[in-house]
């Protein structure tokens, strides 16, 4: 399945590009706003697609490389795109995206454990090669450190009875793959809740995806330093999906606002009816729109 964009009319018109603009896509994954972007801001343009997700970042160029206009693909953290960009030469953008949400091909195609509709090996690793795995979590963490990681990154009510199942199912096996896991929170957790709309894994294989990949850290810093590069009058768009990546991108704009950052939309905009119906996966995203003043 092909990752669907979300929000993305609100987003152009939030960003406000003009021909020849120069544009980071910090997610760029398979490349579907890069697509729209690109066709805003013309053959003078350019637009920077950066994703740490190797795989994400060859599917964007070759869904954006026969496009008019000039593109970047840069392999790496946002959190680090201040010496990413740098190093490509650039010093100064004019708007930025950050689309914090999972792609539909990385849940349901990396083979790395995201999914807990899949038999995979417990990895959620966004980066190739990383060296800290979700089963490397769940081999060494204590109890309280795992109750710790499920409630605060998944916001998961059962935190306490399913860390307790991990650590006690761990005592005769490794814990390396994901139904394997599934089966431990299903099994640590009431009947009702494995019959509710929303699976019982989905907190907490959102948890562990964010702490293995230090998600938060990330997004402070990303968003610092898209802030730094931003040219004034420039836009930064932010896509998020649950209540920690509100929080985490409220703060900065806390954090910034003494410094000439304002929002351009007071409420989140959140996707119409139509677009939930046609993208279910849309249902939680909220789009922010911050502006560095002139």
């Not at 993305?8 to 003009?18: A, I, N, P, S, V």
């Not at 004034?232 to 896509?239: E, S």
Request: hydrophobic share 35%; aromatic share 6%.
């Amino acid at each position: 399945m092909r990752h669907i964009p979300v929000l993305l009319q609100e987003t152009l018109d939030g960003l406000k590009l003009r021909r020849g603009d120069s544009v980071l896509d910090a997610t760029s994954g398979s490349g579907g706003h890069g697509e729209a972007l690109l066709s805003h801001i013309g053959r003078s343009g350019t637009l920077i697609c950066l994703d740490q997700d190797e795989d994400a970042l060859a599917r964007s160029r070759l869904q954006l490389d026969p496009l008019p206009g000039t593109k970047k693909f840069v392999h790496g953290n946002f959190r680090d795109l201040a010496q990413l960009l740098s190093t490509e030469g650039i010093t100064e953008i004019d708007a930025a995206l950050f689309d914090l949400g999972m792609s539909s091909e990385q849940l349901e195609e990396s083979g790395r454990g995201f999914s807990f509709l899949k038999d995979e090996p417990l990895l959620m690793t966004m980066q190739k090669g990383a060296t800290l795995s979700a089963k490397d979590l769940l081999a060494t963490l204590s109890e309280s450190q795992l109750m710790d990681i499920l409630q605060s990154y998944g916001e998961e009510q059962f935190a306490q009875k399913i860390a307790h199942g991990i650590v006690t199912a761990r005592k005769e096996d490794p814990i390396e793959s994901t139904t394997a896991l599934v089966r431990i929170i299903k099994e640590s957790t009431p009947p009702w809740y494995s019959k509710r709309r929303i699976h019982p894994a989905t907190k907490s294989f959102q948890a562990l995806r964010i702490a293995v990949n230090d998600e938060y850290s990330a997004i402070d810093e990303g968003l610092e330093s898209a802030f730094t590069l931003l040219k004034p009058g420039g836009n930064i768009a932010v896509i998020s999906f649950h209540g920690g990546e509100v929080r985490h991108v409220k703060s900065f704009f806390r954090h910034f606002k003494e410094r000439s950052l304002t929002r351009v939309n007071k409420h989140a905009i959140k996707p119409s009816r139509t677009e939930m119906r046609e993208n279910p996966r849309a249902r939680s995203a909220q789009l922010f729109i911050f502006k560095k003043a002139i």
